[in-house]
Nanobody, 115 residues
Framework: QVQLVESGGGLVQAGGSLRLSCAASGSLSRGNTMAWYRQDPGNQREFVAGIYPNGLTKYADSVQGRFTVSRNRAGNEMYLGMNSLKAEDTAVYYC?????????WGQGTPVTVSS
C-alpha cells in the first residue's frame, strides 16, 4: 500500500524560497503521475503542479515561473521548489499519487508566507 509523507513546509518571508518533499512508501514509480495541491482555510483544494510519466510538467497559472516540480530517478520522491513566495501562497500543501484504481494523498505540510 502506498503512503505519502510531505515535509519541508514552514514560515518564510515574502520573496523567500522553500523546497517541499513528498516521500512515498510502497510501490510507486515514474510511471505514476504525481501532483501538488494546496488548500487554505475557507477555500477548496487547488491544483498547484503535476509531473507525468512522460516527464512533462504542468503548473497552475498562479505559480508558473516561480515553482518547479521534480522527482527522483526512482520516481518515489517528488519535490516542489518554490521561489518568490507571496502571501497568497500560504496554505497547506498536499502531494497526490495517481494509482490505477485510486488516488493517494499525503497528510499535508503547512506553508506560511509573511508579508
Amino acid at each position: 500500500q502506498v503512503q505519502l509523507v510531505e515535509s519541508g513546509g514552514g514560515l518564510v518571508q515574502a520573496g523567500g524560497s522553500l523546497r517541499l518533499s513528498c516521500a512515498a512508501s510502497g510501490s510507486l514509480s515514474r510511471g505514476n503521475t504525481m501532483a501538488w495541491y494546496r488548500q487554505d482555510p475557507g477555500n477548496q483544494r487547488e491544483f498547484v503542479a503535476g509531473i507525468y510519466p512522460n516527464g512533462l510538467t504542468k503548473y497552475a497559472d498562479s505559480v508558473q515561473g516561480r515553482f518547479t516540480v521534480s522527482r527522483n530517478r526512482a520516481g518515489n520522491e517528488m519535490y516542489l521548489g518554490m521561489n518568490s513566495l507571496k502571501a497568497e501562497d500560504t496554505a497547506v500543501y498536499y502531494c497526490k499519487a495517481v494509482l490505477p484504481y485510486e488516488d493517494i494523498w499525503g497528510q499535508g505540510t503547512p506553508v506560511t508566507v509573511s508579508s
